[in-house]
């Protein structure tokens, strides 16, 4: 990872704050998370990418993206959320022609692109969580290699990392995401381009691809 592009406290905070709104688009937002998101959520980054438009100039630009899709709906943003709402079970939950974009790596790894659920990406998961003490928890029960696990798996070794000055779990960061978990969110990201017909969650995927690039790089 090269963390030199990293190396202040407000591009770390940055970053880690994309990975929170990353988390909660996909962990699913009732409408009035969605609301509070459209309304505030985006806006309480402003410090942090407006003041950076170095090397993280193309992140910006895609959160940016995001702004625009939600200001876009500013005249009836209930209207925006209830569609969002909806569109979150017919992508990712139920859906009578089946699931067309689920939201776990087993079913976008070669091998396993027939949906199946708890495969090894699932397994791989789950002793990266125990390695490191993490428990999932919820009334879920969402596999652990659910995007929203991954994630926070992410949140931790990254902030853990530049906090304890850990080069180990920065390193660790670095090679999860580059060899598990971007190939799978770039696939994610193009089936969400599309089917979704909100695009809350096309455009979060181009948020999240972006950021895992830096991650990776």
Known sequence: MNDSMF????SRLFLLCTIELSTAVFRGLADTDCLALCEDGLADLHPLYKADKGNLAELC???AELE???DSHAEDRSGFCQLCSTEYVRLFVSNREGVPVPLYASCHTAGHRDHQVMAAPALAMQ?????V???TSGESNEPPDHISIQLEYLYYLLSTGWRDHDEIALENAADFVRNDMLPWVEELKAKLESHDRCGLYAGTAGVLTTLLKYVAA
């Open 7 to 10: 190396s202040d406290e407000t």
């Open 61 to 63: 630009e895609k959160i």
């Open 68 to 70: 625009q899709l939600c």
């Open 127 to 131: 002793q990266r969580l125990n390695a």
């Open 133 to 135: 003490g993490l428990k």
